[in-house]
């Protein structure tokens, strides 16, 4: 290699060990992780990286495909500052108490700065065991990776609360699943990836100094994360009524969208209110409350119409998980009240908005109601229905057929007559104008989510050693909103192989 050459790839390896400029969360006291090394990986290479997650850390996306940074964010060389450690934390698990758990495949390496002045922890998610792995392998395969990077990505297009997904780095090395698969690891990007379960494993605990690690921890999200809290007459009160609110807030988002996490347990709750561990997600396509995307979840208790519910209740075990601090039942009582509250708020502005509406008037909940069961009846596709709406004119008068499209997409077009001409008269009550509601519609209603089958052409493109359909979905699902006409096909419906998809907790 030429002297040039090798200047520059270490000036590149000195940025990678700038990059990691500090270490919060190893400033805890001991019993909150392990000290780690990540398992190397033979012969890594570059899969993906997201440009607008690379941005914020004021890195070039380019360099990703440099040999310093692919043995970087594959764990095979460790930036200088790093202090790779795996945290621990407990959690309940289809509702019931699952004892302790911690990062059993997630190494954190440390702070970086990002643009905004938010300090964002690196995380390697699939780099080998570690103390909390019990029967797994520390790894993640290139298939739920591909997943991960792509939904964490076009949810923080969409404007969700989320952590982020920097890059994918592969190997060959095979890792057993259901089949024979390879592995891959994503590094995830979040000012904290502290869970409800982080709270619970201490309050559960029969260690010593259980209550004052409960403490310590609760100071140290305070502080680092709520400071405005600090000094509310009850810090801790303060902390799950705000917790609880983003929680609230974060499930209406959802529902909004028609995302399903598939995985609700409390250890995959973040305590700044992200949608975090992104599994066997999924976007609700032909309408039914009642799906359920998550293969292993054979009770449903993760189906849509739950997710509020479930918000709730994870709530609930975070609000016990605080008691010993609280003090008082009745305060932390108080606090977790404000969660239907904050979800119905949430939720009607979110459905006017996505309805065109700009007013909240008593009927419209029955408005609401007729629509869902509506769309329920036409099985109708959740996000072409939200989008085509904006198609819908107010006057009727000429028959004008400004809805022919999605009029077409009914089965029971008498049903959807029916509730149309309540909604025409909905809007004309607001004296709605088409055209200015059309681009409110648009820029709420996204033309582009990451369908199952979308990502499944991806990965199995992956799978053979091409990436580009992977940079080809993360482009246009990096501007849902946007009409983006060469890119047509990607709003489609799903296609019948589709149907035989399934997603579960094998990862
Ligand atoms: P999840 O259902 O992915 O949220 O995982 C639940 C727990 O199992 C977490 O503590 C994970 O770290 C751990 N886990 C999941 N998959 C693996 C794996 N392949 N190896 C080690 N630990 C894992
Ligand atoms: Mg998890």
Same mark, same amino acid.
């Given at each position: 290699?030429?002297?040039?050459? /090798?200047?520059? /790839? ?20 001991? %019993? ?57 934390? &407990?959690?309940? %698990? ?158 209406? @988002? ?10 609700? =347990?409390?250890?995959?709750? &973040? ?35 739950? @997710?509020?519910? /479930? ?21 932390? %009582? ?41 769309? @329920? ?13 904006? @198609? ?38 607001? =004296? ?9 519609? =648009? ?24 990436? &580009? ?19 047509? %096909? ?18």
């Amino acid at each position: 290699m030429a002297n040039k050459e /090798i200047a520059k /790839i270490t000036n590149r390896l000195s940025h990678m060990d700038e990059l990691i400029f500090d270490h919060s969360f190893a400033t805890l006291p001991p %019993q909150f992780f392990t000290r780690v090394v990540p398992t190397p990986m033979p012969a890594p290479y570059l899969v993906a990286s997201s440009p607008s997650a690379a941005a914020m850390i004021g890195i070039d996306h380019a360099a990703f495909s440099d040999d310093d940074f692919i043995v970087s964010f594959v764990g095979n060389h460790i930036p200088a500052k790093a202090q790779p450690l795996a945290a621990v934390y &407990s959690g309940h %698990q289809f509702g019931v108490w699952a004892g302790q758990l911690g990062d059993g495949r997630a190494i954190l390496l440390g702070d970086v700065a990002s643009k905004d002045g938010v300090r964002m922890e690196l995380q390697l998610k699939g780099a080998g065991r570690t103390p909390y792995s019990r029967m797994g392998d520390g790894r993640a395969v290139l298939r739920s990776s591909i997943r991960e990077f792509l939904c964490s990505e076009a949810m923080a297009a969409l404007g969700i609360p989320t952590s982020r997904a920097l890059c994918i780095m592969g190997s060959d090395l095979p890792v057993m699943r259901e089949t024979v698969e390879s592995a891959a690891v994503v590094t995830r990007m979040a000012p904290s990836f502290i869970r409800f379960g982080s709270f619970e494993h201490w309050t559960h605990s029969t260690h010593n100094n259980h209550q004052s690690a409960l403490q310590t921890l609760s100071d140290y999200v305070i502080d680092q994360f709520y400071p405005a809290l600090r000094d509310a007459p009850q810090p801790y009160v303060a902390l799950l009524r705000e917790v609880t609110r983003r929680t609230a807030h974060l499930v209406a @988002q959802w529902q909004a969208v028609g995302f399903m996490h598939g995985v609700l =347990n409390t250890d995959n709750m &973040s305590i700044l209110g992200l949608t975090l561990d992104y599994g066997p997600f999924g976007f609700m396509e032909a309408f039914d409350p009642h799906h359920i995307c998550n293969h292993s979840d054979q009770h449903g208790r993760y189906a849509y119409h739950m @997710q509020p519910q /479930i918000g709730y209740w994870n709530c609930y075990a975070l609000g016990q998980a605080l008691l010993p601090l609280i003090g008082d039942v009745e305060e932390a %009582q108080a606090a977790l009240a404000i969660y239907p509250i904050e979800y119905k708020n949430k939720i009607d502005a979110l459905w006017h908005a996505k309805l065109g509406l700009t007013t909240q008037l008593p009927d419209d909940d029955q408005l609401i109601a007729n629509m869902f069961s509506m769309m @329920q009846s036409n099985h109708v596709d959740f996000t072409q229905f939200f989008r085509r709406l904006s @198609q819908v004119q107010t006057s009727n008068v000429d028959n004008n057929n400004s809805d022919t499209a999605l009029r077409d997409s009914m089965l029971d077009r008498a049903a959807f007559d029916s509730w149309a001409a309540q909604y025409r008269q909905r809007l004309q009550q607001e =004296n709605s104008v088409d055209k200015a509601r059309k681009e409110a519609m =648009n820029s709420i209603n996204p033309k582009y989510v990451l369908r199952n089958y979308l990502a499944q052409i991806a990965i199995e493109k992956a799978q053979n050693k091409d990436f &580009s359909e992977i940079e080809t979905l993360l482009n246009i699902l990096s501007r849902p909103y946007d009409e983006q006409p060469e890119a047509e %096909q990607y709003a489609a419906l799903p296609p019948d192989w589709a149907s035989h998809l399934e997603v579960s907790c094998s990862s």
